[in-house]
């Protein structure tokens, strides 16, 4: 019986860690680590920008299958990106008609804030 216990514990904590956010994009300091986005965030800072960078676990309304990424909020427009900082989508801003947000956010932790 302990023996059971023991194995649906350690097949929930193995299929938990599918989504841990600990470590996203193979570095340990995204901000730091990842050119393209220390890019954006110095623009935004040069430029006097409001900018909030957060690591995300998100499922693809299409596919339906959870991914990690990183979205940076810019004003009211959420921009979401894949490790290789290639736009994946926008959401927000004063277009409605602009979206093509397809990510559903389900965790997300901030890693930066300007504000």
Do not use: H
Request: glycine share 6%; hydrophobic share 35%.
């Amino acid at each position: 019986m302990k023996l059971l216990i023991y194995l649906i514990l350690l097949s929930t904590t193995l299929s938990c860690s599918k989504t841990n956010l600990n470590k996203i994009c193979d570095v340990d300091d995204p901000i730091t680590e990842l050119g393209w986005l220390a890019d954006i965030i110095a623009d935004a800072n040069a430029n006097s920008e409001n900018i909030k960078v957060s690591k995300a676990i998100v499922k693809n309304k299409d596919t339906n299958k959870k991914e990690k990424m990183l979205i940076i909020l810019r004003g009211q427009m959420s921009c979401y990106y894949n490790c290789s900082g290639d736009s994946l989508g926008i959401s927000g801003g004063i277009n409605p008609n602009a979206n093509t947000n397809k990510y559903e956010v389900i965790k997300s932790e901030e890693l930066y804030r300007n504000y």
